[in-house]
T-cell receptor
């Protein structure tokens, strides 16, 4: 039981490049989330999903897209990276909305130059 | 944007002391208040959580105190240990599918250092 895994762990992009971050969970959770974490700002929700095939915007969705084609996977895409997207990205999953715990992955550190 | 305020930003405590972190919220519709613990290089992990129908919840050395009328809640770590050194986040949420994205907010975090 690996829990929540994220790939890659580190990535450096140049402005304008694109990339996809992969999140996978093996707990059969319905709900999945993408957050970004910046110093002094806690975690901010980018997008989330309440089930396979569904996604919704969070607090800071601009510049990101997501897809949930399979229940266990949640992909976060950056179509044209900007320096403001330099951050640590965390994926999480849960079996219900906030009533239970969110299980977080180890994070992806992204630097956009 | 709804906010959860958290203080202090950083905290240094001697081993065996009590660590206290405070949070305050504005939206009275919040009804779930978790605390997360994050070690460097790791993702946050749920530590303890409370709902507003109780004023206190204790799990081992960790206690949440909740003051509904003041819209405040706090984390107390008794007999603090060097292994407790981490960043702690409070959060507040409304577990509803509708507008969920705006209804789960984290505080900015408190970096706790427990000296040996």
């Amino acid at each position: 039981n690996a829990g929540v895994t994220q790939t890659p762990k580190f990535r450096v992009l140049k402005t304008g490049q694109s990339m996809t971050l992969l999140c996978a969970q093996d707990m059969n959770h319905e709900y999945m989330y993408w957050y970004r974490q910046d110093p002094g700002m806690g975690l901010r929700l980018i997008h989330y999903s309440v089930g396979e095939g569904t996604t919704a915007k969070g607090e800071v969705p601009d510049g990101y897209n997501v897809s949930r084609l399979k229940k266990q996977n949640f992909l976060l895409g950056l179509e044209s990276a900007a320096p403001s997207q330099t951050s640590v990205y965390f994926c999480a999953s849960s079996y219900d909305l906030a009533g239970g715990s969110q299980y977080f992955g180890p994070g992806t550190r992204l630097t956009v130059t | 944007q709804q906010q959860v305020k958290q203080s202090p930003q950083s905290l240094i405590v001697q081993k065996g002391g009590i660590s206290i972190i405070n949070c305050a919220y504005e939206n009275t519709a919040f009804d779930y208040f978790p605390w997360y613990q994050q070690f460097p290089g790791k993702g946050p992990a749920l530590l303890i959580a409370i709902r507003p129908d109780v004023s206190e919840k204790k799990e081992g050395r960790f206690t949440i105190s909740f003051n509904k009328s003041a819209k405040q809640f706090s984390l107390h770590i008794m007999d603090s240990q060097p292994g407790d050194s981490a960043t702690y986040f409070c959060a507040a949420s409304i577990p509803s599918k509708r507008n969920y994205g705006q209804n789960f907010v984290f505080g900015p975090g408190t970096r706790l250092s427990v000296l040996p």
